[in-house]
């Protein structure tokens, strides 16, 4: 794949759910998980191009691999990049996608309001 064509493609994904994406059984542990996540383990947010950056201990990483496993079944819109640092440095969750991406997170997102946020 060509990795400048990406912006492009990426603006005629469409930003939508896939309601049934999560079975329904499972739907209330990934909601706990992702208010776990975004409410008291993020420790800082970035804005980066098309979303956000997302710092977290090291320590998370299975509940973030896990959070990524499952959001992605119901947001094929978003861009998932991990980056584990050594000796214990900080993960870093990316989540990107086209237009309109920040607004949403912002909306579905707990905790990630502007006492966390930094730009860079």
Not at 4 to 11: F, I, Y
Not at 16 to 45: D, K, S, T, Y
Not at 83 to 89: F, N, R, Y
Request: glycine share 8%.
């Amino acid at each position: 794949m060509d990795f400048d064509s990406r912006s492009t493609e990426k603006s005629s994904i469409a930003l939508a759910c896939v309601p049934g994406g999560i079975p329904p059984a499972e739907r209330p542990a990934h909601f706990a998980l992702l208010n776990r996540l975004f409410a008291n383990h993020a420790q800082e947010r970035r804005d980066v191009a098309g979303g956000y950056a997302f710092r977290f201990d090291a320590a998370s990483f299975d509940d973030v691999a896990r959070f990524v496993a499952r959001e992605r079944l119901c947001c094929p819109f978003l861009d998932f990049s991990l980056e584990l640092s050594a000796q214990d440095g900080p993960l870093w969750l990316r989540l990107t996608g086209p237009d309109g991406t920040r607004e949403f997170l912002d909306a579905e997102l707990p905790g990630i309001g502007a006492r966390r946020a930094s730009t860079s």
